[in-house]
């Protein structure tokens, strides 16, 4: 008997999460699976969710939620002999995770995705021992981004990012950064470091076009300090998916990648508040299963 897991949590997004679980429930019994359906209510509680799921031998687990429960959510997978297929029904304000899997943001259509018999082997990142599945920042700018109010991110959406990055980079200046990647060395001042897994971050699907889920690679992006006119320059690159070849900006890919800084800064990752500097980067290539779209 196949077993499955659905880890939602209903303050998500547009808080619609719960009127979904239903045909979600629905279409894995369809497919064979004894179906449990675990809520969250605080921090963490994906994750020990997760974790359950592994030491049970579940062979799904479908998170419906947002960036955030999902970056919970696979942190329940560190350490496990057995970890369960991955589905994602994005229920968030950015989902990026979603859009660079091609996974529909329509729920309806997402829920429909989980019959496809199609997988793909992606890849996750380390930071200090922790998993992530998207973008680690930091920086002032990344700092802006954790203070996003879930009201604006309902309001705003994607906007609400680059409205709260907008105001920071007014009104703070850039810390001094030093990032070591292979063998190479970054020192100076810089409003925001970007290491991602995946093409959107943020919302933006043309950040890092180059980025592919399964590349086993890190791609970074320092932007050096940034001001009000090369700002208005690099978000022309963003629109255009060029912001590697910016020249107020430093791209590399690596495997291995610290960041630290005289200065207390802290991180986002995956949109929540991450750990403060130094951190550690690195790279599960191919880790998690994950139900993707059928080939059109
Ligand atoms: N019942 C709950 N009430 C409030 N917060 C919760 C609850 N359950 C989990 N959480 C927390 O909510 C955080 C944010 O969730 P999630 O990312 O899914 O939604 P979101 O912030 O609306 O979406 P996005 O990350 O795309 O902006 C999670 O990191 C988790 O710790």
Redesign the pocket.
């Known amino acids: 008997m196949k077993k499955a897991m659905i880890i939602v949590?209903?303050?998500?997004?547009k808080e619609e999460s719960l009127q979904h679980v239903r045909s979600v429930e629905e279409i894995l019994r369809d497919q064979g699976y004894v179906v449990t359906v675990k809520e969250?209510?605080?921090?963490?509680?994906a994750t020990r969710f997760c974790v359950n799921a592994c030491e049970e031998a579940c062979d799904l687990v479908v998170s419906i939620?947002?960036?955030?429960?999902l970056?919970?959510t696979i942190n329940g997978f560190i350490d496990q002999d057995h970890r369960p297929r991955l589905g994602v029904i994005p229920l968030?304000?950015?989902?990026d995770f979603a859009r660079a899997l091609q996974i529909p943001l329509s729920p309806e259509l997402a829920i429909r995705t989980l019959t496809s018999a199609r997988v793909k082997n992606v890849d996750m990142g380390l930071l200090n021992g922790r998993m992530f599945a998207n973008v680690v920042a930091t920086g002032s700018l990344a700092e802006s981004l954790s203070a996003v109010s879930?009201d604006d991110?309902s309001m705003f959406g994607t906007f609400a990012y680059f409205k709260e990055g907008m105001k920071e980079l007014i009104s703070h200046p850039a810390h001094s950064l030093i990032v070591r990647y292979d063998d190479n060395i970054w020192e100076g001042k810089s409003p925001l470091f970007l290491a991602t897994l995946t093409n959107s971050v943020g919302g933006f699907e043309k950040l890092a076009p180059d980025a592919a889920v399964d590349d086993g690679l890190l791609h970074c992006f320092i932007f050096k300090n940034l001001n009000i006119l090369n700002t208005v320059t690099a978000s022309i690159s963003l629109f255009l998916g060029n912001l590697k070849d910016h020249s107020d900006i430093v791209y590399f890919t690596a495997k291995h990648v610290s960041v630290s800084s005289a200065e207390p800064v802290s991180t986002n990752v995956d949109?929540?508040e991450g750990p403060s500097l130094p951190i550690e980067l690195g790279i599960l290539p191919r880790h998690i299963e994950v139900i993707v779209p059928e080939e059109v």
């Open positions: 949590n209903p303050s998500s997004g969250t209510a605080k921090e963490l509680d939620g947002g960036d955030g429960t970056h919970e968030g304000t950015v989902n879930s991110k949109g929540e």
